[in-house]
Nanobody, 120 residues
Framework: QVRPVESGGGSVQAGGSLRLSCAAS????????VTWYRQVTGKTRELVAG???????NYADSVKGRFTISRDSAKNTVDLQMNSLEPEDTAVYYC??????????????WGLGTQVTVSS
């Protein structure tokens, strides 16, 4: 099954930065809606940031002013730049896209996630 692939997670101290990337084969992400979610064990998966195919963006209130979602046309990825990280940002971060690699293909759906750990 073709799915998005997340990368860039890791462990940082509070106040630090990480950049996550969401990739898929070809240029499919360059023209589709892509959303970053995060999930803490035992809690509901929550939306972090999204970017539409046209380039409009939206953010959860908790990350506004700290996180930036963008497309990297050279790498064909959708990136999440996370600055001023807080321990509350610790979670597994997932990329989701409803884009279809072909007309008869299923949507890309969810990636397998990348762990972000922020220590105080």
């Amino acid at each position: 099954q073709v799915r998005p692939v997340e990368s860039g997670g890791g462990s940082v101290q509070a106040g630090g930065s990480l950049r996550l990337s969401c990739a898929a084969s070809g240029r499919i992400l360059s023209r589709s809606d892509v959303t970053w979610y995060r999930q803490v064990t035992g809690k509901t998966r929550e939306l972090v940031a999204g970017i539409s195919g046209a380039g409009s963006t939206n953010y959860a209130d908790s990350v506004k002013g700290r996180f930036t979602i963008s497309r990297d046309s050279a790498k064909n990825t959708v990136d999440l730049q996370m600055n001023s990280l807080e321990p509350e940002d610790t979670a597994v971060y997932y990329c989701y896209s409803s884009a279809r690699p072909c007309i008869e293909c299923p949507p890309l759906g969810w990636g397998l996630g990348t762990q972000v750990t922020v220590s105080s």
